[in-house]
């Protein structure tokens, strides 16, 4: 799946800020953290605050802090707010109206809901958890290499 570039950065930062949902960061902080624009990863940053996903603070010491629920948002949440994910209704082509056409959005259909499925299944909770977990075994297996070197 393809996801545009907004989506991306409001993935990155919604992950981002969950991580420690009391620690607050600047756009900048997480733009340089991901190696994307800042000034686009802050209209990504206010889209995220007016659903309710991340809360700002102004001033010096400002920044963003994650202000959902982790156990509960999903990637899907986060998506659906950057893209039109409402199955195959994208622009006809040609070829649509043919038996092949027809048989191949039948198949990108699915393709579709399996993916909203998918990303409707996952909670940040879970993507966070997963981080974790691949982080603690990459280094025990990195110790042991170094003990067994």
Known sequence: MK??????YGLYAVLELARDPERQLSATDIAERYGISANHLAKVLRDLGRAGLVEGARGAGGGYRFAGNVRRVTLLDVVKLFESIEGNG???EAGDSTDVGRALNLVLGEVDDIARATLG????NTLLKTMEWRGERKRRLKERARVGA
């Open 3 to 8: 996801l545009q570039k907004a989506t991306r």
């Open 90 to 92: 994208g622009p006809r």
């Open 121 to 124: 299944a996952v909670t940040l």
